[in-house]
């Protein structure tokens, strides 16, 4: 369909995205049924004034392109092509992972709230979805989103594994499209090498305004907090944690492009993540705990030495390759034995994007 200016076909690019390896973003799948009983009435208040926000759709008219789109891009140098590309890439399968997602749950049950609201979140995802779409079209590269619904593998989760994890996915998209943007509006506006980046702050309170959809879900539904689910929350914020850092550090030239050092982006967009999931996590990761970032840092160098043992081959290169894989689930379970920070919940818990606004002027967090 479309002729590549990259090194890989475009068939190659959906096939990218298609890859379901641990750290590429995933296609998920619940229990509808289940979903369908989900009683709000505990949170009756917070839900109605949520979904009059969602009602009022504030982004209507953001995602439309202006001139700006129409320059000429060919300037890039092949590694930060191939960077962006994947960058787009990866971010419009997470917007299309949660665009369907949320279109199934509506499709598949009754419940007059839950097809409310799954019905608003799968609009604004399919609209972000487009959009990044619209741009590797620029480049001449396209993700073939309906292929991915057919041929990508979904994974089951149950409902409250899909709040932790969803929940979390919002408030760090919304922690990480914040922080690019402020850069290139406080930092360095001369590195902000595309258009759409623009885009991102009001991008942002969408996904900002998923995440409290999930928080008050989870606040109407007190047993998904409680008790051993504390563990399940953990593991979920050092999951998503530990992915985020793993792929970022990754494509450090891409971060250096535009003009942050991967280590004080992570630290920045974990932190405040971290922080704002005080309103709905009993507990959360203690940041202020080196060892943290110490063992994340270890799994992010175990993955760099991967490709090289598989190009390799050979049996002494293979059993490198699965001790380098042990390491990382030892290092993983390290992670999850270390002391979480208890969080009482306070009956107000709603915030808002504008509270959280990142202060690119403060020191950064200290590098590990
Ligand atoms: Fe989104
Ligand atoms: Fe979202």
Known sequence: MYQS?????????????????????????TDFDAMDKVDVSLMRKEWDELIAEFRADP???????????????SHYSPQLKREFVDFLVSSVTAEFSGCILYAEIKKRVRN???????????????????????????????????????????????????????????????????????????????????????WFENWCWDEFRHGEAFAVLM????????????????????????????????????FEAMGWDVDEFDRRVIRMTNDISKQVFPVVIDVDNERVWQLMERMHRNNQTLPALRRAGGIVNAVKEKL????????????????????PLKPDFRSTPEAWLPDLRTPAPAAA
């Open 5 to 29: 200016t990259l090194d890989a076909p475009v068939n190659e690019t959906t096939r990218v995205a298609q890859d379901d390896a641990v750290l590429n973003p995933n296609f998920y799948t």
């Open 59 to 73: 982004n209507k008219d953001h995602f439309k392109r202006n001139a700006e789109f129409d320059a000429d891009f």
């Open 112 to 198: 007059k709230d839950m097809r409310e609201l799954f019905g608003f979140m799968s609009r604004d995802e399919g609209r972000h979805a487009g959009f990044i779409n619209h741009t590797l079209n620029d480049f001449r590269v396209g993700v073939d989103l309906s292929f991915l619904t057919k041929a990508k593998k979904y994974r089951y989760f149950q409902p409250k594994f899909i709040y932790y994890a969803t929940y979390l996915s919002e408030k760090i998209g919304y922690a990480r499209y914040i922080h690019i943007y402020h850069n290139f509006a406080q930092r360095n506006p001369d590195k902000r090498f595309h258009p759409i980046f623009r």
């Open 219 to 254: 606040r109407s539904q007190p047993h998904t907090l409680r008790g051993v689910n504390k563990w399940w929350i953990k593991f979920f914020l050092n999951a998503v944690f530990t992915t985020m850092y793993v792929r970022d550090h990754a494509r450090r030239p891409f």
């Open 324 to 343: 380098t894989l042990l390491d990382n689930g030892i290092t993983f379970l390290k992670l999850l034995l270390t002391p979480g920070k208890e969080n």
